[in-house]
């Protein structure tokens, strides 16, 4: 009974841990999203002060990815600025732009930063997709990292059979 005890502790543990990273992720109500978003073409939008928006998404490593409305005079960098910045785990020099036509477009911020050669940045689009990767380091911890937790899981039960 001690070591039924014990093993459902760990488990429950372990799946807490497990769940930390899904928590993070932000909530969104499917239903408002779904029906503000999916069924209408990518379109121009006139804020405050009849400033043209355009609504794009931002995928990855950025502090705050999601979908966003933005000047239509907005460049990459200003969007990811908005966005809170890159996440240390980004790559900058490989920053990927997904057209409504299926067009993606490979875009190196690196570069840019380094030159300030704005040519390099494209002009975004309504219903563009800005995908910033993440780094080869970040993949790797995250294996590490997976089995890490698997080792503790299978140890746990090797050491609760032993308890018998």
């Known amino acids: ?13 372990a799946g807490s841990v497990w769940a930390q990273d899904v928590s993070d992720l932000p909530s969104f109500n499917s239903s408002t999203t779904t029906s503000r978003y999916s069924d209408r073409p990518a379109q121009y939008i006139l804020g405050s002060g009849d400033i043209l928006l355009v609504n794009v998404n931002l ?3 950025v502090q705050r990815p999601g979908i966003y409305s933005i000047p239509s005079s907005y460049t990459l960098i200003d969007l990811i600025s908005s966005a809170g910045g890159p996440l ?11 057209r409504k036509n299926q067009e993606v477009i ?4 690196e570069e840019f930063l380094q030159t300030g050669d704005n040519t390099l940045l494209p002009r975004l689009q309504p219903g563009d ?10 993949i790797f911890t995250t294996i590490v ?19 018998k």
């Open 106 to 109: 490979q875009v190196n911020v």
């Open 129 to 138: 997709t800005i995908i910033v990767s993440g780094s080869i380091v970040n």
């Open 88 to 98: 240390k785990t980004a790559r900058l020099d490989d920053i990927r732009i997904v």
């Open 1 to 13: 009974m001690k070591s039924q005890l014990v093993i459902l502790f760990i488990i429950l543990f």
């Open 59 to 61: 995928w990855g490593h």
């Open 145 to 163: 990292a997976v089995a890490r937790d698997l080792a503790i899981i299978v140890n746990v039960f090797v050491l609760a059979s032993r308890v």
